[in-house]
Each structure stands twice: as C-alpha cells, then as structure tokens.
C-alpha cells in the first residue's frame, strides 16, 4: 500500500516557527513543510538549490540585488549558492523541496537552526 | 533576477491532456504539470521515483493490488519499479515531481507517449 497524504494536513506536525519537518520524500528530495513568521537569518546552501512554494500566505525572499515577492501558489528555486534571507510579515505556510544534505541555515547556526534529526522528527 | 511562477498559471503552457510541460527545476528533478482525463497506461518506471499532487479535482492511481484515490492537495510518491495506471473520470490537474531521465510511459509507449523535448516545449 502506497501511501499519500494532505499537503495542508503534513502542517499538523508543525509544532513551532521555521521548523520544517519532512513529510515525503521522491528520488534524492525531501519534501519539507513549515511555518514561518519573521526572519531567518541570511544563508545559502552552497552545494543544493533549494524549492520554496508557498501553501498559505505571503513570504518576502530578499536576494542581495533583488527581492521576490510570493503570494500562495508561486514557487520559486534557489540556485544552490545563491544568499538569501526568507521574511514572513504574518504567519505563512510553506512546502520546501531540497535533497537531505541541505542544512537548514547554512554554514550560519542560529538559535532557529534545526538539524535534520529533529525535521524527521 | 530569480523568477517566480504561479503554479495555477502554470498549466496555461498545457495544450492537450496527457501531455505535461516542464515548468520549473530543482537540483535533478523536474516540476512538470499536466491536465489529464480518462487512462494513461499501465507502465511502470524502473529507475525512477515519481511523485503525483492533485492541484485541481480528483484522480485515482490503480496499483496491482491496490487503488489511491486522491483529492486536491493529495500527494503520494509511486517508487521506482511499481506499475500504475493514473485514472480520472473528470479532468484533473496535477503536478509531477521526477528526473529528466523519467519517461512518460516507461517501457509502454502509445499515442499519449511525450518525449521530454515535447514536455520541454
């Protein structure tokens, strides 16, 4: 039995703010889901791209000579290496595609960091 | 300059049923949308894993011994080497997830077969 699942639903694991947590996984890509409000911290990964699509709400990725304005429904990657800073005014709810070797914030640790461990959690 | 899409205005590029269009990347795999009415084929994908979600309507996936009937927002990964047979009594509209190495209809190949230059189009 091959099981599927409710993209709106995987949001009940979420139990805090820029805490991604895996929810599926296709070939070598992890499928992601989280809530964010604020700011993370400006990162980049340098060997991954990284996929934001946007489930609920609207979420502000500042590039260094651009920002990217989304609204629910637009998606848009990342190139691996590229620097960028994710800001969510209001709660906002988002689904990540990104291989497994991608660490959340970068080389930058801060305190919102999460390790892989506790996004398979 | 990194571009955004919406995923709804996306499927503005489909032109026939059956027939999906490449519409955005990440690392090896491919975002790839599709409108889709009635039966595909039984086929299977030997190498790799393919991962369905239902943006529009309803769509049930016949497995050997079993049948996922999904609903917008479902998602489920078919993995690598499991025969399927996509099914949708009404037209349905989904997002795929999978290598460019993927072919439509694996081994199998019918007048609904796209190449991945015709999905690139």
New interface residues.
């Given amino acids: 039995?091959?099981?599927?699942?409710?993209?709106?639903a995987a949001f009940d694991r979420v139990d805090a703010l820029w805490s991604p947590k895996v929810v599926?996984?296709?070939?070598?890509?992890l499928?992601k889901v989280a809530k964010v409000k604020g700011e993370l911290v400006w990162h980049a990964h340098a060997d991954?791209?990284?996929?934001f699509?946007i489930v609920k709400g609207r979420l502000r990725i500042e590039?260094e000579?651009?920002v990217?304005e989304?609204?629910e429904?637009?998606?848009?990657?990342?190139?691996k290496g590229?620097r960028h800073n994710p800001v969510a005014d209001e709660e906002c709810w988002i689904l990540l595609?990104?291989?497994a070797s991608t660490r959340h914030t970068g080389e930058e640790v801060t305190p919102l960091t999460r390790s892989l461990e506790e996004q398979l959690r």
């Fill in positions: 039995m091959i099981p599927s699942q409710n993209l709106l599926g996984r296709v070939n070598d890509q499928l991954e791209d990284e996929l699509f590039f000579d651009h990217a989304l609204s429904g637009d998606f848009l990657t990342i190139p590229v595609i990104e291989p």
